[in-house]
């Protein structure tokens, strides 16, 4: 981050080359690795904590942990993806909720990716993204 600092109207204004601006950080290229970057650590987070909830030998039920892991994790992922779903970066994303897809119907990792959503009941990322980004077209 450079610590440039510019005048106006004899206040001094510094230059921040990642600002976060409704919520969403917004880089130079418009490509939100950034943001994306961030919102991964942050479901990465969340995506533990539904994976203590299941446990080995005891655990919650599958509809709380399905009801747990479209709160805790697919809500925050889905926050502003009108504005970021048509980048590069989306895979990021994918990459822990389907982690907790697999957490909460118990599937190994070599379980591919596709068959998730139909065993946990959770429709596909990218689904929800596109309609998002068609419900707000709709509304413009």
Known sequence: MLSVSKQIFSSSVKFDSH????????????????????????VSSRVALIKRL??????ASFKALRTSCLALAFAPAMCCAPVWCCSAHTKHIDVP??????????????????????????????TRRNASCLNKAQCS
Do not use: Q
């Open 19 to 42: 600002p976060s601006y409704l919520g969403i950080c917004v880089d130079r290229p418009l490509s939100f690795r950034t943001h994306l970057h961030t919102l991964k650590k942050n």
């Open 54 to 59: 299941a446990g080995v030998g005891w655990g």
């Open 97 to 126: 909720l389907n982690k907790s897809m697999r957490g909460i119907t118990g599937c190994l990792r070599s379980t591919p990716p596709s068959s998730l959503p139909i065993l946990s009941g959770i429709t596909p990322c990218e």
